[in-house]
């Protein structure tokens, strides 16, 4: 049923009405909801103690990645099973923190173990190894999925981030 | 029966078709917080994508990403509908001192936010600030300009901009800029030349269904030229590429059946039109396939059959109102936008989950409803966001308060080690231990570095002495002295040539001291500070929890109030829709109870006639 101009005119004025209320609200709660992000990873991993990992395929032609297990110092600190729509935004780009956690100074050992596909479709295992020193403030490490184009293998390392 | 409208279903496909991945692909990542952001974006998440880029922008973290953030956040502010603070972003982008490309993607984000919104004027403007400095950018603003120009009804600006676009690409041909241009030059009646264009998209190899979509569009739109220029069998050929899976299959049957009536083979025209009446009927080619069959057994002369297809007819619109108005009166259920939700999600997700109910597919599909539904949904997150934060903060708070009590436990106790520490006094021991040992080496006192056992030693030599002394003088006391002199002289040997690295030995432990001393003194003082700055970090955790807190409770009326009206707005615009789609379906409902009564009024005649 068509409404009369003038009612038509009211209502595209309370829907413009009501979309700028959403969007202001929209912004106002990013904006809250970044600051409670903030305040619970310092409260969780101060920025001393504080340690990061994350993990990022780049092309990933020769591994089709499933699944990640983190350890640190022979303790299971994280394990992941990627759905098809993470790997999608792995592939593109992204990259997924895995874990976020607290060490102590000192030298440490990280392993990280790969589950997938690898070469010719066949069931692929991987693990890579690193020792890194934490010292006081945060620590990064990226675990990287990268192709060996001229081995036609996958390659798996891991990154320290200053 | 309305004859064949290709005129309009053309208008329909002549509107120009914009690619998703108009977007601005993202720069190569160089910061793992702008890349986190980009794993949610990728996935549609734009609640933690935005959240996480604006906390990482916050604490400095994105290295040379800077201008890349901006944009990013430009970007998902527009896919989460915030238009308005879209716009600003860029625009902060282009006050910042930006490097002619990150200025380029501003300006074509803004041209595209311009022309979503119809804003034809600030599109174009938009637009004319792009430097095309790359082939692929060019390309990019090209058919975007060409989306305009079609929008703005002057399609002979479209083909000019749109060649030009088409001309600058080398190597792989994008699809969208190839179609825009065969719609533009459709459009200035250069239907020939669009025609040629189309076919060669319309045999193009595929690899995803995005690129599918497009072929099956661009095979569409030639066989509706095809048929509008008078050449419905060259259209029969088109409109049988088309797969009969893919989202325009109901357009391509339909338009098949008038191709075949256009070229007065009736007959032919029932086998396309027969599968859409099979399927289901919720969209306007399968309606009108309804009252065409019969049309068909009409011009065949297939009365009987044509009533027969007439009642069939008018049985499934009957229907079809009644599921209408039931899905009407649904709307006004609480529980309705829950289910809506729940088949949409795969939808809007991009999935393929049945629908059970068929009229949602096209409430979906409209661009209004979806906007609206989409706003809803993400008021709905943020609600739900609300209400974790209120629980985790709640949480957080008892942890703050215990690690508080803990504190106070073990800090006393610490106090009271720390008190029993006195630096001084350790400082001073070690000298006095460095004096005595200075006196054992200038006075060379070997039996002060003796060990215990030597000393013992010692002491029962001079015992056996002591004894041996006391006993009467014979050769035998003289015997026992002897042997207690060379007794007394390999141990008082072994001593002394002991000494030199005993000597050294203390004189490291001496100085070995100064170290753990050193370190005593900073520990001491690194933890005196640690407590302070304890307290004070504790004091600010929970300063900050109670502002969040108070902020979460100011927030979630006005959250409540907004969902309120947003919710009644969705409930209108499907009540709007599903009411337009009922009033079709009486559309049809009429032509056909119509063509029924005309019938039996020509049945009965020649009844009466005999």
Do not use: C
Not at chain 1, 134 to 152: A, F, H, R, T
Not at chain 2, 255 to 277: D, F, H, I
Not at chain 2, 486 to 515: K, M, S
């Amino acid at each position: 049923m068509a409404q009369s101009p003038a009612r038509a005119a009211e209502t595209a004025s309370a829907d413009a009405d009501l979309d700028q209320a959403v969007q202001a609200l929209k912004e106002e709660l990013l904006e809250l909801n970044r600051d409670l992000f903030i305040l619970e990873e310092e409260l969780l991993a101060p920025s001393d103690t504080q340690v990061m990992v994350f993990v990022s395929v780049d092309v990933g032609s020769f591994f089709s990645l499933d699944s990640v297990q983190v350890k640190i110092d022979d303790k299971v600190v994280a394990n992941y099973l990627y759905t098809p729509r993470e790997i999608e935004a792995l592939q593109r780009g992204g990259v997924h923190r895995i874990h976020l956690g607290n060490l102590k100074s000192g030298e440490h050992e990280l392993t990280a173990f790969f589950v997938g596909k690898g070469p010719r479709d066949r069931d692929y295992r991987r693990g890579a190894t690193v020792r890194f020193a934490k010292s006081l403030g945060p620590k990064y490490l990226e675990l990287q999925i990268v192709d060996l184009e001229n081995k036609q293998q996958p390659d798996f390392r891991i990154k320290e981030w200053e | 029966m309305r004859r064949v409208r290709p005129t309009a279903l053309l208008y329909g496909l002549l509107l120009g078709m914009a690619s998703q991945a108009m977007a601005a692909a993202p720069a190569p990542v160089r910061s793992l917080e702008y890349g986190e952001a980009l794993f949610y974006f990728f996935q549609q998440d734009y609640l933690n994508a935005g959240v996480r880029l604006m906390a990482a922008q916050q604490r400095r973290r994105l290295g040379t990403h800077d201008q890349d953030a901006d944009l990013l956040l430009g970007g998902l502010q527009l896919a989460y509908g915030m238009h308005d603070v879209a716009a600003r972003t860029f625009d902060r982008v282009l006050d910042a001192a930006a490097t002619p490309a990150a200025r380029d993607r501003a300006w074509h984000a803004l041209a595209r936010l311009a022309y979503r919104r119809g804003d034809w004027q600030r599109a174009n403007q938009a637009l004319g600030r792009i430097s095309v400095s790359d082939p692929q950018q060019a390309a990019k603003t090209a058919l975007l300009s060409g989306l305009v120009a079609l929008a703005q009804q002057q399609p002979g600006r479209g083909v000019a901009v749109l060649q030009q676009g088409y001309g600058l690409q080398a190597g792989v041909r994008d699809p969208y800029l190839e179609y825009n241009l065969a719609i533009a030059l459709i459009r200035t009646g250069k239907s020939q030349e669009a025609v040629a264009l189309l076919d060669g998209l319309g045999q193009r190899q595929v690899e995803y269904e995005e690129a599918a979509t497009i072929r099956d569009h661009a095979n569409l739109a030639a066989a509706f030229a095809l048929l509008q220029s008078g050449a419905p069998q060259e259209a029969q050929r088109f409109f049988g590429r088309v797969r009969l899976t893919g989202t325009v299959s109901n357009l391509a049957l339909l338009g098949s059946g008038w191709a075949a009536v256009e070229a007065g083979s009736y007959a032919q025209a029932l086998t396309p039109w027969r599968e859409l009446m099979r399927r289901t009927p919720r969209d306007a080619p399968v309606l009108e396939a309804l009252i065409a069959v019969p049309f068909v057994h009409l011009q065949l002369d297939e009365n009987a059959r044509a009533a027969r297809v007439y009642e069939q007819a008018v049985e499934i619109y009957q229907e079809e109102r009644n599921a209408l108005t039931e899905a009407i009166a649904e709307t006004d259920d609480p529980e309705w936008l829950l289910q809506v939700g729940l088949l949409t999600r795969s939808s809007l997700s991009g999935g393929g989950a049945g629908f059970e109910h068929h009229w949602l597919p096209r409430l979906i599909a409209s661009n209004t409803f979806q906007e609206a539904w989409k706003n809803y949904r993400d008021l709905l997150q943020l609600e739900q966001s609300l209400s974790r934060w209120q629980q985790s903060l709640n949480a957080y708070q008892t942890m703050l308060t215990e690690r508080k009590a803990r504190f106070d436990l073990v800090v006393p106790q610490i106090e009271k080690r720390l008190a029993g520490l006195d630096p001084n006094e350790l400082h001073e021991r070690r000298k006095a231990l460095q004096t005595a040992l200075l006196d054992v080496i200038e006075t060379r006192a070997v039996w002060r570095l003796a060990t215990a056992a030597e000393k013992g030693i010692q002491r029962e030599i001079e015992a056996l002495a002591a004894r041996v002394e006391k006993l009467s003088p014979s050769s035998e006391k003289a015997a026992f002295a002897d042997r207690v002199r060379r007794l007394q002289g390999l141990h008082y040997w072994q001593v002394h040539a002991a000494f030199p690295q005993r000597r050294w030995q203390a004189t490291r432990a001496v100085d070995e001291l100064d170290a753990p001393l050193a370190q005593m003194g900073k520990r001491i003082g690194t933890l005196r500070g640690a407590r302070a700055f304890a307290r004070l970090r504790i004091g600010d955790l929970e300063e900050r929890i109670h502002r969040a807190q108070t902020r979460i409770v100011q927030y979630r009326p006005r959250l409540a109030q907004t969902l309120v009206r947003q919710r009644e707005r969705v409930k209108q615009l499907a009540q709007r829709e599903l009411t337009a789609q009922q009033a079709q379906i009486d559309s049809y409902l009429l032509q056909a109870r119509y063509a029924l009564a005309q019938l039996y009024d020509r049945a009965q005649d020649r009844g009466g006639a005999q």
